[in-house]
């Protein structure tokens, strides 16, 4: 069992920025990789970015140049830095891990992010 404990959502205007954390704690040894993934009203849940254990890193084309992914595995925390943040980045994000066999994947109960025009 892994748990995610997610924080750093909230309100901001277009242009701000925001840090999401993830921590990680439980059975770690099979997770491979950790990642942020947002579901906006009415949409389904699309991958925001995503870091694998050696550091390599995939970006939504939407927000590259903009968000940045990082991880702290000494405290199994992923980070999600938020800047230039726009309306359409609104969204409930999740934080992901997935692990190298079954169950594939563990999710965080959201936080929300809230971008005023």
């Known amino acids: 069992q892994v748990q995610l404990v997610e924080s750093g959502g909230g309100l901001v205007q277009a242009g701000g920025s925001l840090r999401l954390s993830c921590a990680a704690s439980?059975?770690?040894?099979?997770?491979?990789?950790m990642g942020w993934y947002r579901q906006a009203p009415g949409k389904e849940r699309e991958l925001v970015a995503a870091i694998t254990n050696g550091g390599s890193t995939n970006y939504a084309d939407s927000v590259k140049g903009r968000f940045t992914i990082s991880r702290d595995n000494a405290k199994s925390t992923v980070y999600l830095q938020m800047n230039d943040l726009k309306p359409e980045d609104t969204g409930v994000y999740y934080c992901n891990v997935h692990q190298i066999s079954y169950p594939y994947d563990y999710w965080g109960q959201g936080t929300q992010v809230t971008v005023s025009s």
């Open positions: 439980g059975s770690l040894f099979r997770i491979n990789a």
